[in-house]
């Protein structure tokens, strides 16, 4: 089932010879449950069409549609409602709250969304993302992949229709990288997650079901393993 519709996606900035198409016309849909890879150099757009797929940042033109919400037609209010309740997103350094715990900070969305925790689903992340022992653990006491992981359930503690990661090994070494391309693929597969990965990693992208390849601005193939 699709989950995910961008139909025509455009973000320039700038006018005249100092006009910047950073997004160019893209188009592509998600089925619920894929696991994909956006990749490009740097500067090529990739970034941008995620904050864009987020909500985070404004087209120029074109729609987005989350399970057949367009949420650029959304009132602000109403757009981060939506947002918090379906999209989940992963960033490169984390964004912790850092006088939160471990527990508090995964169930932050639920806090905002004055819904209760769903303390069956809480466990078990903890458990799957090996942070049991660390829940009451700050962010300034863990490691660089320990954070990562904390905001990976972050993320899904909501089940968000999509969940983006921004780069989300690209500050971490190498064995913290693979911990969370794993954990990436976990979600993926024990969460029926559908995950839209930007990056540079090769590791992630062969993990992934399908790769999508962008540059300047405009996607130059996109394919799915067979």
């Known amino acids: 089932m699709e989950i995910l519709r961008v139909e025509n996606l455009r973000k320039s900035y700038g006018k005249g010879e100092n006009l910047v198409n950073a997004v160019d016309g893209v188009s592509f849909s998600v089925d619920e449950g894929e696991f994909v890879a956006i990749v490009g150099a ?6 941008t069409l995620l904050h864009l797929l987020g909500g985070v940042d404004k087209p120029t033109s074109g729609n987005v549609r989350i399970k057949e919400t367009d949420i650029y037609k959304l009132k602000s209010d109403d757009l981060a409602i939506f947002r918090r309740r379906n999209i989940g997103i992963i960033y490169q350094f984390y964004n912790l709250i850092p006088i939160l715990n471990v527990e508090e900070n995964i169930t932050l969305p639920c806090e905002l969304d004055n819904k209760q925790v769903d303390s069956k689903k809480l466990n078990d992340l903890l458990e799957t993302l090996n942070l049991k022992d660390r829940k009451k653990h700050l962010p300034n006491e863990l490691s660089g992949g320990q954070q990562q992981r904390v905001s990976i359930g972050r993320a899904i503690i909501n089940s968000p229709a999509i969940m983006l990661a921004d ?5 971490l070494d190498s064995k913290a990288s693979e911990e969370i391309i794993s954990y990436l693929r976990l979600s993926n597969q024990k969460y029926n997650q559908t995950v839209i990965v930007i990056t540079h990693d090769e590791k992630i992208a062969m993990e992934a079901d399908r790769v999508i390849v962008i540059d300047d601005g405009k996607i130059v193939s996109d394919e799915r393993k067979v």
């Open 42 to 47: 740097s500067g090529s757009g990739k970034s």
């Open 167 to 171: 780069e989300p090994t690209g500050n």
